[in-house]
Nanobody, 119 residues
Framework: QVQLVESGGGLVQAGGSLRLSCAASGRTYTTQAMGWFRQAPGKEREFIASFIWSDGNTYYRDSVKGRFTISGDNAKNTVYLQMNSLKPDDTAVYYC????????????WGQGTQVTVSS
């Protein structure tokens, strides 16, 4: 099992920045990738970004490219999401997730952290 705990959400004005953290514990050596997702009220959960532990490769949703940066700290088993130039449309609950080696889906999820961007 892998446990994930997010932190860093909050209220920010449009154009501002926030950094989310996701601390992983448990059998972290079984995880190949970490991802950030978000879900806004009345909308489906959507992929934001992912980070591959082995080579540091990153992937982003088009709408956040150039504004969000995902990174990982192996020593701390922590993944970060730096969010700049935030927009009201970025308002959502943000979730951290882990994908294990050999699996296609993210099977471990954090509890989520609220990000609210005011106009």
């Amino acid at each position: 099992q892998v446990q994930l705990v997010e932190s860093g959400g909050g209220l920010v004005q449009a154009g501002g920045s926030l950094r989310l953290s996701c601390a992983a514990s448990g059998r972290t050596y079984t995880t190949q990738a970490m991802g950030w997702f978000r879900q806004a009220p009345g909308k489906e959960r959507e992929f934001i970004a992912s980070f591959i532990w082995s080579d540091g490769n990153t992937y982003y949703r088009d709408s956040v490219k150039g504004r969000f940066t995902i990174s990982g700290d192996n020593a701390k088993n922590t993944v970060y999401l730096q969010m700049n130039s935030l927009k009201p449309d970025d308002t959502a609950v943000y979730y951290c997730a882990a994908r294990r080696f050999g699996e296609q889906q993210y099977n471990y999820w954090g509890q989520g952290t609220q990000v609210t961007v005011s106009s």
